[in-house]
């Protein structure tokens, strides 16, 4: 295995590129244009196609048209971006087509500012478009992890016919860490529902997403469901750090989980029982595995670069059993080990 020092947002296009990415459509915006930057230099040695579209609207219309012939095809953007995708991201999961759909996080709402931030995490597991649906979710806090993540998320698209997204922020988009590619086998396989060109090989296969017949459009959304249930019994993931004997279990995803690990060891060190929770998807959210990790704490403490988006889901994962205090910063500004550590201190007590 080859390892190699990269930022975040290059190391991620060059993992996608090795799992088979074929097409890429986007349009440029920060924290995210090294991955646009590096695909439009690599994509077309390596057999691929990129492609900078007029706007962010025709990047997620393009990535729909080249999912339904059966390629792999991703896309990247940041926050304002994506909610300029939404509708298109809401076609793609009506039609049941899969894709691969970065989302580097930063500050807002409104245009905000560039710096990192965690604050798409509503849009990202309640609402990244119209209708009933659900997209796969993963919260990465590694470079190396973004490269892992990007080679589960083509193929888990490709198993349940449905987008991927990849929750990143502008942390881990522009930090630089040694990473490993694996030798990695693409699977891009049979797709016989794609409209790839039939030659009277086989039915005529047709992607839509419109439903003019009720009980027929409920029939599809329902059936899809069905999927969805399936898949948060077997896909969702999560790290447990010393949870064991945690009185106080800290939630944090993605890049701010490396920043509440290191105030969870300073609060060891002080005598305080305290574990961290890491979702490493955040849809689907992993319950069960929080239900577990907090079995003996007293208290949990959900720390985000948001106002506290990821409450709620912690809440509902327990039950409403236990208190849920909150800590995070907001706007671009990143929380540090002392101000977390702070609020376990209040929570626990030092002893």
Same mark, same amino acid.
């Given at each position: 295995?080859?390892?190699?020092?990269?930022?975040?947002?290059? =190391?991620?296009?060059?993992?996608?590129?090795?799992? /088979?990415?074929?097409?890429?459509?986007? $349009?440029?915006?920060? @924290?995210?244009?090294?991955?646009?930057?590096?695909?439009?230099?690599?994509?077309?040695?390596?057999?691929?196609?990129?492609?900078?579209?007029?706007?962010?609207? =025709?990047?997620?219309?393009?990535?729909?048209?080249?999912?339904?012939?059966?390629?792999?095809?991703?896309?990247?953007?940041?926050?304002? /971006?994506?909610?300029?995708?939404?509708?298109?991201?809401? $076609?793609?999961?009506?039609?049941?087509?899969?894709?691969?759909?970065?989302?580097?996080?930063?500050?807002?709402?409104?245009?905000?500012?560039?710096? @990192?931030?965690?604050?798409?995490?509503? &849009?990202?597991?309640? /609402?990244?478009?119209?209708?009933?649906?659900?997209?796969?979710?993963?919260? @990465?806090?590694?470079?190396?992890?973004?490269?892992?993540?990007?080679?589960?998320?083509?193929?888990?698209?490709?198993? $349940?016919?449905?987008?991927?997204?990849?929750?990143?922020?502008?942390?881990?988009?522009?930090?630089?860490?040694?990473?490993?590619?694996?030798?990695?086998?693409?699977?891009?396989?049979?797709?016989?529902?794609?409209?790839?060109?039939?030659?009277?090989?086989?039915?005529?296969?047709?992607?839509?997403?419109?439903?003019?017949?009720?009980?027929?459009?409920?029939?599809?959304?329902?059936?899809?469901?069905?999927? $969805?249930?399936?898949?948060? +019994?077997?896909? =969702?993931?999560?790290?447990?750090?010393?949870? +064991?004997?945690?009185?106080?279990?800290?939630?944090?995803?993605?890049?701010?989980?490396?920043?509440?690990?290191?105030?969870?060891?300073?609060?060891?060190?002080?005598?305080?029982?305290?574990?961290?929770?890491?979702?490493?998807?955040?849809?689907?959210? @992993?319950?069960?595995?929080? &239900?577990?990790?907090?079995?003996?704490?007293?208290?949990?403490?959900?720390?985000?670069?948001?106002?506290?988006?990821?409450?709620?889901?912690?809440?509902?994962?327990?039950?409403?059993?236990?208190?849920?205090?909150?800590?995070?910063?907001?706007?671009?500004?990143?929380?540090?080990?002392?101000?977390?550590?702070? +609020?376990?201190?209040?929570?626990? /007590?030092?002893?």
């Amino acid at each position: 295995m080859e390892r190699s020092l990269m930022k975040g947002n290059e =190391a991620l296009a060059e993992a996608a590129m090795r799992a /088979g990415c074929q097409c890429f459509f986007g $349009y440029p915006i920060t @924290p995210q244009t090294e991955i646009s930057a590096y695909l439009a230099k690599k994509m077309a040695a390596n057999g691929g196609l990129f492609l900078q579209a007029e706007s962010e609207v =025709a990047a997620i219309n393009m990535v729909l048209g080249a999912a339904s012939t059966g390629v792999r095809v991703m896309t990247s953007s940041s926050s304002p /971006g994506i909610s300029l995708k939404s509708e298109g991201i809401s $076609y793609i999961a009506g039609s049941d087509l899969p894709c691969v759909i970065i989302n580097v996080q930063r500050g807002g709402p409104g245009l905000g500012g560039i710096q @990192p931030s965690q604050a798409d995490y509503w &849009q990202a597991t309640k /609402g990244l478009g119209h209708g009933d649906f659900h997209v796969l979710v993963y919260a @990465p806090a590694s470079v190396q992890e973004m490269v892992d993540v990007v080679v589960k998320a083509f193929d888990k698209a490709d198993e $349940y016919r449905m987008p991927a997204m990849i929750l990143a922020d502008g942390i881990l988009g522009q930090m630089m860490e040694p990473v490993t590619f694996p030798e990695i086998e693409a699977k891009n396989g049979n797709k016989p529902w794609a409209a790839d060109g039939h030659k009277n090989k086989r039915e005529h296969n047709i992607i839509n997403s419109l439903y003019l017949q009720p009980d027929v459009l409920e029939k599809s959304v329902v059936d899809r469901y069905e999927k $969805y249930k399936k898949i948060e +019994e077997t896909e =969702a993931d999560a790290e447990s750090y010393l949870c +064991e004997d945690a009185e106080i279990v800290v939630c944090a995803f993605g890049a701010t989980a490396r920043v509440a690990k290191s105030a969870v060891n300073q609060a060891r060190e002080k005598g305080i029982k305290v574990g961290l929770f890491r979702p490493k998807t955040v849809w689907p959210f @992993p319950a069960k595995q929080l &239900q577990e990790a907090s079995k003996n704490a007293k208290t949990l403490l959900s720390v985000e670069m948001s106002m506290g988006q990821m409450i709620d889901d912690i809440k509902l994962a327990i039950n409403c059993s236990k208190p849920v205090e909150f800590f995070g910063r907001t706007g671009g500004v990143i929380p540090k080990p002392t101000e977390i550590l702070d +609020e376990i201190v209040r929570l626990g /007590g030092a002893k």
